[in-house]
C-alpha cells in the first residue's frame, strides 16, 4: 500500500483504531532511529512521550530537513511502529519508501486545514509517531495540551518547524552539495551537519556530520570507503 491517504473524520477514527490494537501500550519505550541519528538523542533513540522537533519545515523547503525528519521515522517504522505525517502535501511515498518507512504502516494527512491540533490530537491516541509540519507560530497553550497528550499515550510528537518547549530540537545547518565537477555531474547527495539541543537530558548540545538523503555519516580522512564505495563511513564529529 502506497501509504494511507486520510481525508475525514472517518477515514481518521478508522486508522486510529487499526493503529491502536497493533500493539499494547507501552511498549518499547525507546523507539529505535537509525544509528547515525542514535548519537544525538537521549536514550539513543525516540522516547515514547517526548517531543522531538525537526526546525525547519516549509520555511526551509530544500534544506534537508525533510530528509532528516524521515530519516528519523524510517527505524521505528521498520521495527513495527506506525507513523503519520500531517501537513505536508508535497511529501509523496516514494521518497518516504526510499527513506525506509514501511508504508503499510503510514497514514498521510496532506492537508488537515484550521482545525489541525484535533487531527494530531486523534492520531496520538492511535499512532506511534506523529509528524506534524505547524502552519505558522504556534500558542503555547497548543503545544502544552498536544505534548501532554503525548505524554500520556505514550506516542512521539514530532513537530517540523519552530516548537517551543520541544524535549530535543534537531536542526540541519551548513549544507554542502557532492556530485558537480566542473560544469557537469548530478547533485547526489549533501553533507550537513545537524545540531541537537533541548532540556534536561538533552541539555548539553550535540552536533554531527552526516550525508542526506539516505543518512550516512561523512566520512574522515582515514576512513574506509563510504556507501558508495562499497564500505560504511566513520562519523566525523559528535559533539560540539
Known amino acids: 500500500m502506497a501509504g494511507r491517504m486520510i481525508n475525514g473524520a472517518a477515514a481518521l477514527a478508522e486508522l486510529v483504531r487499526a493503529a491502536s490494537d497493533a500493539d499494547e501500550p507501552g511498549v518499547h519505550r525507546v523507539l529505535p532511529v537509525l544509528p547515525?541519528?542514535?548519537?544525538?538523542?537521549?536514550?539513543?533513540?525516540?522516547r515514547r512521550g517526548s517531543t522531538v522537533a525537526v526546525a525547519g519545515g516549509r520555511p526551509m523547503t530544500g534544506c534537508g530537513s525533510t530528509s532528516l525528519l524521515l530519516a528519523l521515522l524510517s527505524a521505528a517504522s521498520r521495527s513495527g511502529s506506525w507513523c503519520a505525517v500531517v501537513g505536508v502535501p508535497a511529501l509523496?511515498?516514494?521518497?518516504a519508501a526510499e527513506s525506509g518507512i514501511i508504508l503499510d504502516r503510514l497514514a498521510l494527512v496532506p492537508n488537515p486545514g484550521p482545525e489541525w491540533p484535533t487531527v494530531v490530537a486523534a492520531l496520538i491516541d492511535g499512532v506511534d509517531v506523529v509528524a506534524v509540519a505547524v502552519p505558522g507560530p504556534v500558542s503555547g497553550s497548543i503545544a502544552n495540551r498536544l505534548a501532554a497528550r503525548a505524554r500520556q499515550r505514550g506516542c512521539v510528537l514530532v513537530p517540523y518547524g519552530r516548537?517551543?518547549?520541544?524535549d530535543v530540537t534537531l536542526q540541519v545547518r551548513d549544507g554542502r552539495w557532492e556530485g558537480l565537477g566542473a560544469g557537469r555531474g548530478r547533485l547526489r547527495r549533501r553533507e550537513v551537519t545537524i545540531t541537537a539541543q533541548g532540556r534536561g537530558a538533552a541539555a548539553r548540545p550535540k552536533r554531527m556530520t552526516m550525508w542526506l538523503p539516505g543518512v550516512g555519516v561523512v566520512s574522515s580522512?582515514?576512513?574506509?570507503?563510504?556507501?558508495q564505495d562499497g564500505g560504511r563511513p566513520a562519523l566525523a564529529v559528535v559533539h560540539s
Open 163 to 166: 516548537w517551543d518547549g520541544a
Open 92 to 95: 509523496g511515498a516514494l521518497a
Open 221 to 227: 580522512p582515514d576512513a574506509a570507503p563510504g556507501p
Open 36 to 46: 547515525e541519528l542514535s548519537g544525538l538523542l537521549p536514550g539513543r533513540g525516540l
